[in-house]
């Protein structure tokens, strides 16, 4: 009878503790499951975010580029002239201005 009870109580410690790792499986299961939505989800706003900044460079090249293009330009004699001409009403030799009466 006392081999009995022993047995019994084993098999019912032997049920708890199976249903105690099944139910700390089931909760690491749960928490995996989340993390993993979350990271997810950073990985598309990350992913957003490096599409806009990767158009950001595109833009800063382009404007990089145009500065540099009227760097250029700005060394040029024919931009001499025309500040020299719009800013400072400075003409060629033999040059006839015409003003408008105001």
Same mark, same amino acid.
């Given at each position: =009878? ?10 019912r ?12 499986? +089931? =909760?690491?299961?749960?928490?995996? /499951?989340? *993390? ?6 950073k ?6 975010r490096?599409?806009? +900044? ?12 145009? &500065?540099e293009?009227?760097? *250029? ?6 931009y ?13 030799? /033999?040059? &006839? &201005?015409?003003?408008?009466k105001?």
């Amino acid at each position: =009878m006392v081999k009995r009870r022993l047995a019994f109580r084993r098999r019912r410690q032997n049920r708890l503790g199976m249903f105690l790792v099944t139910i700390a499986v +089931l =909760m690491l299961l749960l928490v995996v /499951g989340v *993390k993993s939505i979350e990271l997810h989800e950073k990985q598309r706003v990350y992913a957003e975010r490096e599409t806009a +900044l990767e158009e950001q460079i595109a833009m800063e090249k382009q404007r990089t580029q145009e &500065i540099e293009e009227f760097r *250029k330009y700005t060394r040029t004699k024919k931009y001499a002239e025309e500040v020299a001409k719009d800013k400072l009403g400075l003409v060629h030799k /033999g040059e &006839i &201005i015409f003003k408008e009466k105001e």
